[in-house]
């Protein structure tokens, strides 16, 4: 039988993180005011329209405030980069965690905070992507 972080992922290590022995990847994100979190794929095709979309539910997927997933690698298949799309409430004099409503799915929102490379058979190497529109 498999433990709850086989299936729901693990909160810990921050990242992703590539697991051999499980042959998949554990992605976990730290986010106090965040009222949900999707995780975006991308390939090396096109950096711009995810792959896939994986909505994290707060009840599986959410331990305190980290947000976390697995995913095998054959459900992560051709997607060589991620980012996330992050939801929250809109409390503009608190800027440093506010969301706001109208930029959900705002590809500039999700373009700024960078695409990182996913390396298979690599624990939590991380690149940062530059994206045009």
């Not at 086989?6 to 965040?34: D, I, K, M």
């Not at 947000?67 to 997607?79: D, I, K, P, T």
């Not at 969301?99 to 799915?105: A, E, G, M, V």
């Amino acid at each position: 039988m498999p433990s709850w972080s086989q299936v729901e992922g693990s909160p810990q290590p921050l990242g992703s993180t590539w697991l051999e022995s499980e042959r998949c990847f554990n992605f976990a994100l730290y986010s106090r005011h965040a009222t949900s979190v999707t995780l975006l794929l991308y390939t090396t095709d096109d950096l711009i329209n995810p792959v896939r979309r994986i909505t994290l539910d707060h009840l599986l997927h959410k331990s305190g405030s980290i947000w976390h997933c697995r995913l095998a690698a054959s459900e992560v298949a051709e997607a060589c980069y991620y980012a996330y799309s992050v939801e929250g409430a809109n409390i503009p004099a608190a800027e440093f965690h506010a969301f706001d409503p109208l930029s959900h799915w705002d590809l500039s929102l999700i373009i700024t905070m960078g695409l990182f490379e996913l390396y298979e058979g690599a624990a939590a190497v991380y690149k940062t992507k530059a994206v045009s529109r």
